[in-house]
Every structure is written in C-alpha cells, then in structure tokens.
C-alpha cells in the first residue's frame, strides 16, 4: 500500500495544475501555489523512502541529448530562414509566391 501512496503522489500536484487552468482568474494563483506546494510535499515524501542514486554518466547522457535537441531546433530554424530568402529571391526575380519546400 506504501508504494501505492508514493506512486499517487505526484498525481496530487498535477490535478491541482488542470484545476488551476479551470478555475476563475480570482483562485488561479491560490490553486497553482497549492499545485507547487503538493508536488514539493511529494517529492521530499518520496525522497526519504526512496533516496536517488545519482550517476556522472547520467547527466553526461542527458547534456548528450539536449545538445541533440538543440541542434534539431537550430536546423529548423536555419531552414526556414533558408526558406525564406529563397521565397524573396523569387518575389524579386518576378515570380510571386514561389517558394522553397
């Protein structure tokens, strides 16, 4: 029943997070601090039951893969830059709306 409880938990912080998107403006910000305080309560709960074991190769496999986001994100961005210097180029050369991809 303990780990149960445990895995409920963080549950508790994010029903209080949707609720707060529903309420009116007024109890918002006294929803979402209830939302904050729930999801701090259960992650000291959790934490002195279940101490975390934290590994160097961990974070190195995680800064790994948001340098792999990053770069995903900036060829978007280059690409619809590319994208839109080539629908100019078109636009100057007499050929409205032509465009790259």
């Given amino acids: 029943m303990e780990s149960s409880a445990r895995a409920q938990a963080p549950r508790g912080g994010l029903a209080a997070v949707l609720a707060g998107g529903l309420v009116t403006a007024s109890l918002r910000d006294w929803v979402w601090l209830g939302a904050i305080l729930l999801d701090l309560a259960a992650a000291v709960v959790s934490g002195h039951r279940n101490p975390a074991r934290v590994h160097a190769g961990h974070f190195a496999e995680r800064h790994g893969l948001i340098v792999i986001v990053a770069l995903g994100e900036s060829l978007i961005v280059a690409g619809r830059f590319a994208g839109g210097i080539a ?12 465009r790259v991809g």
């Fill in 87 to 98: 629908a100019l180029a078109g636009t100057a050369a007499g050929r409205p709306g032509w």
